[in-house]
Nanobody, 119 residues
Framework: QVQLVESGGGLVQAGGSLRLSCAAS????????MGWHRQAPGKQRDLVAV???????NYADSVKGRFTISRDIAKGTVYLQMNSLKPEDTAVYYC?????????????WGQGTQVTVSS
């Protein structure tokens, strides 16, 4: 089992920056991919960014060039640096961790952290 705890959300003006952190505990050495998703009110949860165990990254088109995902494998922590924030970035941000492959794959989620960007 993996437990995830996010921190770093808050209220920021448009154009500002925030850094989200997510700390994994439990069987964290079994984690391969880690990422961030977000869910705005009335909308589905969407991928924001993901980073693999090897360091490869992938971003949603809407955040490319503004957000950066990074990871400290030894600490079991993943970060999301968010710059040039826009009101449309307002959402609850969820940390995600993936373990295993195929039928043994498991997804773990944090409790979410609110990010609000004012115009």
């Amino acid at each position: 089992q993996v437990q995830l705890v996010e921190s770093g959300g808050g209220l920021v003006q448009a154009g500002g920056s925030l850094r989200l952190s997510c700390a994994a505990s439990g069987t964290r050495f079994s984690i391969r991919d880690m990422g961030w998703h977000r869910q705005a009110p009335g909308k589905q949860r969407d991928l924001v960014a993901v980073i693999t165990l090897g360091g490869s990254t992938n971003y949603a088109d809407s955040v490319k060039g503004r957000f950066t995902i990074s990871r400290d494998i030894a600490k079991g922590t993943v970060y999301l640096q968010m710059n040039s924030l826009k009101p449309e970035d307002t959402a609850v941000y969820y940390c995600n961790a993936v373990t295993g492959w195929g039928t043994a794959k498991s997804d773990y989620w944090g409790q979410g952290t609110q990010v609000t960007v004012s115009s």
